[in-house]
Every structure is written in structure tokens, then in C-alpha cells.
């Protein structure tokens, strides 16, 4: 399958964020890869977990919630919970008008901090959502109300040596949905920066998004001026 790589903008309320949408027409479904901000050298790593979705036969979309100067001027934005989860539902609200990719299942893959917006944003608003993986991170920062009110199918994977895991799995005892699942990997939170870690996350969001593949796209009304 030939995916065409395109560097594009998302606007959201606050600001764009810059994005790479890998898709062609004939995937399977959209994955859309969270994270707070990236390098290029968190880029390249990351080559691994969009290569395995890739291979499966799904799009991606690799968001980058903060701008390079909002994580620049201050890193502290990355814990801002209640900005990243609205920039998330930006996100799904401009693929929701996109023609070729709006009838797409879509499923989320976040990493570090965006697994707590991710979570947020998801408990706020499931429609449209087929899977959400939250890979290593802060799913604990979304807050007690918004873990316990999430309904789309949920797994963590976790880093069996790594300082937050007490965290983590404090975050997943409050998960009330019917349908989420608990992974761990060899290895501490660093594993998460891998090559070989994110190869391993393709590979567990990759299963779980196979039993969970289609979600409804949320309704649209048609706007003119997007």
C-alpha cells in the first residue's frame, strides 16, 4: 500500500498544530498519535509505531499538541490538561470534515502527557472514537472524574520497571467502561523513547484496535468556511 506524507496544519480554538498525515485510499481506519511535542529525533523513533500501522494497513495522523514555541517558552504547558484535551477534540472535529477521511473508524495512540488530555477529552466527548491506547505517560493527570467517565475502549501499557507505574495502574483501577485492559513491557519509562518500545506499542495498540474496529463518525453539519 503506497501512503502519501503530508505535513499540514490543524487549526483548533487556541492555535494550529502541526501534523503528518500518512494516508491512502484504501486503509483500513485513522490512527491518530498524540504527544505533547516532539524533536526530530522523537520523529524518527516514532518512525517504528507508524511503520507497524502502517504495514497493518491503517492511516495515521501525528499530532504534535503544543507548538515548538508554546514547549520552548515553557515546558510547564505540557501538563495543561484542560488545553491539550480541547486541541484534541480540534483534532477529531477537523477530520470530521475532512470528505476522505471523516468516514474513517479513528482510533488514538497517545504518549507522555497526552494520555492524560487524551483521556479528558475522550470522557468528554466518545462519539466517533473507536479505541484509545495510552502508552507509558500520565493517564493519571486526566483526574479521577474523567477516567471513571470514559467509555471508549481503553488500554494501558506500562513499563514494568518504571517510577510512575504506580501511577499508571492507580489511573486503570478507576476505569469504570466495560471494555479496557492493562499491558506492561520489559523496561522503565525510557522504553517509550525506543525504536524497539514503540514497536512494541504498534504492536498492542495494533491487537487492541482489532477487537475494537469501527466506532460511528459523529455527525456533521456542513460548514461553508471550513
Avoid at 505517560?137 to 520497571?161: E, H, M, Y
Avoid at 474496529?213 to 460548514?223: F, I, K, R, S
Wanted: hydrophobic share 50%; aromatic share 4%.
Amino acid at each position: 500500500m503506497f501512503l502519501r506524507h503530508t505535513l499540514i496544519g490543524i487549526p483548533t480554538a487556541e492555535t494550529w498544530l502541526d501534523a503528518l498525515l500518512c494516508h491512502a485510499p484504501d486503509v483500513h481506519s485513522l490512527v491518530i498519535i498524540l504527544h505533547p511535542t516532539s524533536t526530530p529525533a522523537e520523529a524518527s523513533r516514532e518512525d517504528a509505531l507508524s511503520a507497524a500501522l502502517h504495514a497493518a494497513g491503517h492511516a495515521t495522523l501525528a499530532v504534535d499538541l503544543l507548538t515548538a514555541h508554546e514547549a520552548a517558552r515553557d515546558p510547564d504547558t505540557a501538563f495543561n490538561m484542560a488545553a491539550l484535551a480541547n486541541r484534541i477534540a480540534g483534532v477529531r472535529d477537523w477530520i470530521a470534515h475532512q470528505p476522505f477521511l471523516r468516514t474513517h473508524p479513528v482510533a488514538a495512540i497517545a504518549l507522555g502527557t497526552a494520555c492524560g488530555a487524551a483521556v479528558r477529552a475522550l470522557a468528554r466527548d466518545a462519539q466517533g472514537w473507536s479505541a484509545l491506547t495510552c502508552a507509558g505517560g500520565r493517564p493519571d493527570l486526566a483526574g479521577a472524574a474523567p477516567l471513571r467517565a470514559l467509555r471508549v475502549p481503553t488500554r494501558f501499557i506500562a513499563a514494568s520497571g518504571a517510577g510512575l507505574l504506580a501511577m499508571q495502574r492507580q489511573a486503570h483501577a478507576m476505569l469504570q467502561g466495560e471494555d479496557h485492559d492493562w499491558q506492561e513491557i520489559a523496561g522503565d519509562e525510557e522504553v517509550f523513547a525506543t525504536v524497539q518500545g514503540l514497536a512494541l506499542v504498534g504492536e498492542h495498540a495494533l491487537a487492541w484496535m482489532a477487537r475494537h474496529p469501527e466506532a460511528p463518525p459523529p455527525p456533521v453539519e456542513d460548514d461553508p468556511e471550513r
